[in-house]
């Protein structure tokens, strides 16, 4: 008996040695990160480095076996879709860089995917997927580029984002050709499309023989329906099922101005995190979900539609994230270099969005929800941060990087790629697994305090507010010995600003008049000033931003400020278009 004990005690020592030095090697064989980071914030014990720089618009990205990574482009250097990626000595960086694809980045081909299923590298333009054979040992794909899948070129919501299941199927997002199916798109007061006939071939996801090419929409089942957008979207294998990001509508005050305030449209609709089981329906365009009530609603534009799909008809989400942060990328962690908690969650890349003004943009940020006693958490945790830089300045400027896609090395490393430059990061965990506990997290549960990542504030917030407080200063500068302190005018040759339709109205009449000056006669609250008004085009386009919107606020009744690009616009002559 003596002897068994001595032999299991053994055995255990073996053991125990073996695990110790299993994850002492794998920590060694990790390269050294950034001393910084590469200027991302991360939990405690885990480091980053970046691989690569300025690339290009980088999209969606996938690493292959061998540790390659494959990059799907908007722009590049070069005239081609796709950038290769080799770390030839292993300290982490990439050695080799190799442009591929038959095919140019620019002219819209862009935002979309980057996946390797069975061999192959599959990817996606605005018409079509392709798949390349990967041959081992061969960072270019050598193979003639195969077509899996033909389908129709369309403007908005372009992106044909990937997943692929454990049975050989593959899963494609199409996207709505509208903002929320209205009859007049992205119309104030236009009612909705009743029934809404862009779902019969968008607004969903269809499923794919993901073998076999030359398909088109036609060779597919439409898997689901009722997803504005799902760009980011991953299969999650421990659950044998389908998840899907969607990016919520946008403008619902201003289509909308009686029903939902300027902090209502920035903070609504949910960027929706949901389970996609096969006919599964997301409720749009009819729903949406409100995160601040934790409930579905009804579309403005459907309020007095008999409808026939009923909110229990649609599937809620496992968690409602802050509307227009854009979830752009999804990935399930099956790797063992991070501590077991990760193991199976997901990771969540936000690219920031717009359509929050007058408040600041929200996003950039990779989130992670665990998984645990086989569910997703219905809480998030903030994973990565530091990708806004010091240029955001509280909301009053644009972020240096955006984080766009994700995915994981064979030694369970993660990656994270830049949309704006074509950053990408590897991030490591080197701490002891076994001893990971939930206060290494506690500096990222603090970040939810800054103002990207909270809810903003409705007044204090409110970047409208803080232009016209800078506004004033200019307006001293350059504005009020004509038009007065009161911005009455002086009753003689300058025309009041306070109750005029020309600072009330038209704001692109009135951006134009700062930027090309006034000469000759103007009627103003029925009496005619004829002076000059010289121009001032030397001002930049945020500073008049800040003086406008001083003068609509502060000199008038709250009408809304102005915004940097809407002066941009009217400079650069674009005023009419859509950015």
Request: charged share 25%; net charge negative; proline share 5%.
């Amino acid at each position: 008996m003596s002897s068994l004990k001595v032999y299991f005690s053994k055995l255990l020592w073996i053991s125990i040695t073996l695990v110790f030095l299993t994850g002492c090697d794998q920590i060694s064989n990790l390269p050294e990160g950034d001393i910084d980071n590469g200027g991302l914030f991360l939990p405690d014990r885990f480091e980053a480095l970046v691989v690569v720089d300025s690339i290009g618009n980088a999209r969606h990205l996938a690493v292959n076996d061998n540790g390659d990574i494959y990059v799907k482009l908007t722009s590049a250097k070069q005239d081609s879709g796709n950038v290769a990626i080799r770390d030839i000595n292993r300290d982490g960086k990439g050695d080799k860089i190799a442009y591929f694809g038959d095919y140019p980045a620019e002219e819209g081909y862009g935002p979309t995917s980057m996946r390797i299923y069975n061999g192959y590298i599959f990817y996606s333009t605005k018409d079509a997927v392709y798949r390349q054979k990967i041959t081992p040992g061969t960072l270019v794909p050598e193979s003639k580029r195969e077509v899996v899948l033909k389908y129709e070129i369309y403007t908005s919501h372009i992106a044909k984002t990937l997943a692929f299941d454990d049975d050989g199927n593959m899963y494609v997002n199409f996207g709505s050709l509208t903002d929320n199916c209205q009859e007049e798109d992205r119309t104030p007061l236009s009612p909705g499309q009743y029934p809404c006939l862009e779902l019969a071939k968008h607004a969903g996801i269809w499923k794919f023989d993901a073998d076999k090419i030359n398909q088109t929409q036609q060779d597919g089942v439409r898997y689901a329906t009722g997803l504005r957008d799902g760009i980011a979207m991953d299969w999650n294998h421990a659950t044998n099922s389908l998840f899907v990001l969607e990016h919520g509508r946008d403008d619902m005050h201003r289509i909308w101005p009686s029903l939902y305030s300027e902090w209502e449209s920035a903070m609504l609709p949910a960027e929706e995190f949901l389970e996609i089981k096969e006919g599964a329906n997301g409720g749009w365009p009819y729903y949406y979900y409100d995160q601040i009530q934790n409930k579905r609603v009804v579309s403005p534009e459907y309020r007095d539609v008999d409808l026939e799909v009923k909110v229990s008809d649609v599937v809620d989400p496992i968690i409602g994230f802050p509307g227009h942060w854009a979830p752009n990328d999804l990935f399930f962690y099956t790797g063992n270099q991070f501590p077991d908690r990760y193991k199976n969650g997901a990771f969540i890349a936000f690219h920031g969005g717009g359509r929050r003004a007058p408040y600041p943009t929200g996003g950039f940020i990779v989130c992670f929800v665990p998984y645990v006693n086989g569910e997703l958490s219905k809480s998030f945790e903030i994973f990565a941060d530091g990708f806004i830089g010091e240029s955001y300045n509280d909301g009053m400027g644009p972020s240096a990087y955006r984080p766009m896609g994700i995915a994981m090395g064979p030694d369970g490393s993660l990656y994270i790629g830049d949309s704006r430059k074509g950053k990408i990061w590897r991030i490591m965990y080197k701490g002891d697994k076994d001893d990971f506990s939930e206060s290494q997290l506690s500096k990222m549960e603090e970040r939810k305090a800054l103002t990207h990542i909270r809810n903003p504030h409705e007044i204090n917030d409110n970047l409208n507010y803080r232009l016209a407080d800078e506004g004033q200063r200019i307006y001293n500068t350059y504005c009020i010995a004509c038009h007065k302190a009161d911005g009455k005018g002086d009753g003689n040759r300058y025309p009041p600003l306070a109750g005029s339709d020309w600072v009330t109205g038209d704001k692109n009449r009135l951006i134009k008049a700062v930027l090309e000056g006034l000469e000759g006669p103007i009627t103003v609250n029925g009496k005619t000033y004829n002076d000059l008004m010289p121009k001032m085009d030397f001002l930049n386009d945020e500073d008049i931003a800040k003086v406008l919107t001083y003068i609509r606020m502060n000199l008038n009744e709250d009408v809304g400020g102005v915004q940097e690009r809407e002066v941009a616009r009217v400079r650069n002559g674009t005023q009419g278009e859509q950015h």
